[in-house]
């Protein structure tokens, strides 16, 4: 496989750490191109994995056109960078051809996701991401159904292209990280394995990470600013077979949740996330009949993101300062402290699962499957902090299976679609850590 990463962040960077961890040899990963907006950045990257201890491939600066035999006589993998601004089609698609990539991993923000996944179906490449975009209302109007609250609901734009993937015979899996990604795994293992019907799922986002300075004045986002500002901030949506979608209010659907030792209860609120569109999508024929993604956000952030909301530093309308225009939402993400510079400091872990209720013969049955994700051991093998590298390794391991032709399908999809065994089978045999606690 040749892959072209397009952004170069700290998720993006987890994934190769663990692909190359997966695959030292390039038995199955021949070539990556890391690209990003700055290609200081990128080259950082390719640095990075040129020092990398977690594997022991050969080293390698030049770009064969078949491959280098690495000293066992294996090919190694062959690491590249290059710049690109994912706004512009045609330079992804001639980077695509160039470089005769097959597989596009796109890691970069959302605001440019849906030009990456065309220019990945134009070039004839297969495709891979983190997350969709969306497009909400200015003014939304809460209540049933996404269209009083938004022109472009996530996961419509890359669903209503199915049949031109499916044509090209190229597979798009959309939603691959932790949540959406690993969770929506979870959900299908118990609908095939656990339950004889699986009537609702619940994502839960939490943990016990902190901060030594918490409760101080610092604002720490975890993840992308941009991400945050969206999934946060948006109308937010949950799903049932009887009502459709949900859609309310930031902030809504306030609840305590007992996560298991040793995360102890967290407060959860619903945030815009893909699980609750994908999950009906496919897991209704197994009884589904709600789903529904709530999040732990700490007290600081909060508080944080409604100033921003409030002053109007959540835009993306440009604004005019001293003759020069601005996009507010880049400052905020500019200013942010980014989430590849923090991490050591923090103690505790993520844990991120799925609460389950269905039956089973004929008896009410609970249990909660979850990975938890410990941020000390996080920065001690990846690098990095927890809420990265719990996201990187879960968007790692499908890409393996999708490498392997162990997932394979035309079309766009998500991971419910595909068969749960072998991606749960790969994260006992990689050390990504799942457990399940009957309730």
């Known amino acids: ?25 390039g038995e199955w990963l021949e070539y990556v191109l890391i690209t ?28 064969p056109d078949i491959g280098t035999e690495a000293k066992d006589g294996r090919k190694a993998v062959i690491y590249e960078a290059a710049r690109v601004d994912a706004h512009e089609k045609p330079e992804l698609i001639r980077l695509i051809k160039e470089y005769r990539i097959d597989f596009v991993v796109d890691a970069a923000s959302p605001f440019v996701s849906n030009y990456i996944f065309d220019a990945a179906c134009e070039a004839g490449a297969s495709y891979v991401n983190l997350g969709t975009w969306s ?47 690993v969770v929506n795994v979870f959900a299908k293992y118990a609908a095939e394995y656990l339950f004889d019907e699986l009537l609702e799922v619940h994502v839960k986002d939490g943990g016990n990470l902190q901060a030594p300075d918490a409760g101080k004045d610092t604002v720490r986002f975890g993840f992308n600013v941009w991400t945050v500002l969206d999934e946060v901030m948006n109308p937010n949506a949950e799903w049932s077979e009887e009502e459709g979608f949900r859609i309310e209010d930031a902030f809504a659907g306030e609840e305590e949740f ?36 709530k999040i732990a956000l700490d007290d600081n952030l909060l508080t944080a993101l409604k100033v921003i909301n409030a002053l109007g530093l959540r835009s993306t309308h440009p604004v005019e300062v001293d003759g020069v225009r601005v996009i507010p939402r880049d400052v905020v993400a500019a200013c942010a402290p980014q989430p590849k510079d923090i991490g050591n400091e923090m103690t505790g872990g993520m844990c991120v699962g799925v609460h389950c209720i269905g039956k089973k013969d004929g008896k009410r049955k609970e249990c909660f499957i979850y990975q938890p994700f410990d941020n000390e051991e996080s920065m001690k093998v990846w690098g990095m902090q927890a ?21 394979k399908a035309s079309g766009v999809f998500s991971p419910e679609y595909f068969p749960s065994k072998p991606y749960m089978d790969l994260m006992k045999e990689a050390g990504l850590e799942y457990r399940i606690e009957e309730r």
């Open 36 to 63: 990003d907006y700055s290609k200081e950045r990128a080259k950082e990257v390719l640095e990075h994995m040129e020092h990398w201890p977690g594997a022991d491939a050969e080293k390698k600066r030049e770009r």
């Open 387 to 407: 809420v990265v590298a719990q996201t990187g390794f879960g968007a790692a391991l499908g890409i393996e299976l999708l490498g392997k032709g162990i997932w």
């Open 135 to 181: 497009v909400p209302r200015e003014h939304p109007e809460f209540g049933t159904g996404f269209e009083g609250s938004y022109t472009e609901p996530m996961t419509k734009y890359n669903f209503d292209r199915h049949e031109q993937w499916r044509e090209k015979g190229l597979t798009a899996c959309i939603c691959l990280g932790i949540d959406p990604g």
């Open 1 to 25: 496989m040749r892959m072209m990463l397009t952004g170069a962040g700290a998720v993006g960077e987890c994934i190769l750490k663990v692909l190359k961890k997966r695959d030292p040899k």
């Open 258 to 293: 007992r996560m298991p030792d040793p995360f102890g209860v967290n407060r959860l609120v619903k945030v815009e996330h893909e699980e609750v569109v994908t999950m009906p999508r496919y897991l209704r024929k197994y009884g589904l009949k709600k789903a529904s993604f």
